[in-house]
């Protein structure tokens, strides 16, 4: 059984640069999930995909976009970057429904906005 | 939404001594309740989680207490050892709605050898 795998595991983007991060989820997971951690805090939802459709989302703003493909992979799009931005991206799978919906987090991929 | 808040924010024992970890939410909805444990530039690892018609689960020397009138739950980890230094998570999830985890801010545990 393969774990969550997120790539890459770092990048640095300029303001105004787009980012695409990706996932792919455990092995038998449907459902991805992503996730903002900014230093010093608690992940914050940003959304959730399920069947290639958005089921839910977090408050982020329209220039976060994802995607999910037939394999349950998943991409993470953030345009017009700002330095708010910069944090850890983490992604978790899940399969919608387990009686709890237990999440796997991915190592993340770190990005920082200069 | 879902708020859910941790208390506290740093927590500093003695190896041996047991360490508790509290958070409340506010959405009556919830009913799932998960504790991560995240260590220094790894990902998060769910280490205990319980749902709404449990009172209390354990597991070896981690346990969680869930008061649902009040709306707060605990972790308690006793005899905590140096490897338990991390930062840990608590977070609610309905299983309605929005289906996501809201997690609390976090609390670093330090256990001083």
């Known amino acids: 059984e393969t774990g969550v795998t997120q790539s890459p595991t770092h990048l640095i983007k300029t303001r105004g640069q787009q980012v695409t991060l990706r996932c792919s989820s455990q092995?038998?997971?449907?459902?991805v999930s992503w996730y903002q951690q900014a230093l010093g805090q608690g992940p914050q939802f940003i959304f959730q995909y399920y069947r290639e459709e958005e089921n839910g989302r977090g408050n982020f703003p329209p220039r976060f976009s994802g995607l999910q493909f037939p394999n349950y992979s998943s991409e993470l799009n953030v345009n017009a970057l700002e330095l708010d931005d910069s944090a850890l991206y983490l992604c978790?799978?899940?399969?919608?429904?387990?009686?709890?919906?237990?999440?796997?987090f991915g190592e993340g991929s770190r990005l920082t906005v200069l | 939404g879902e708020n859910v808040e941790q208390h506290p924010s740093t927590l500093s024992v003695q190896e041996g001594d047991s360490a508790v970890i509290k958070c409340t939410y506010s959405?009556?909805?919830?009913?799932?309740f998960p504790w991560y444990k995240q260590e220094l530039g790894k990902r998060p690892q769910l280490i205990i989680d319980i749902r709404s018609n449990v009172g209390e689960k354990k597991d070896q020397r981690i346990a969680v207490t869930l008061n649902k009138t009040a709306k707060h739950f605990s972790l308690h980890i006793t005899e905590t050892q140096p490897e338990d230094s991390a930062v840990y998570f608590c977070a609610a999830k309905a299983d309605t709605g929005r289906r996501a985890l809201t997690f609390g801010s976090g609390t670093r545990l330090q256990v001083q050898p």
């Open positions: 092995s038998g997971h449907n459902t």
């Open positions: 959405d009556s909805a919830s009913n799932y």
């Open positions: 978790a799978s899940s399969y919608m429904g387990s009686s709890t919906g237990e999440l796997f």
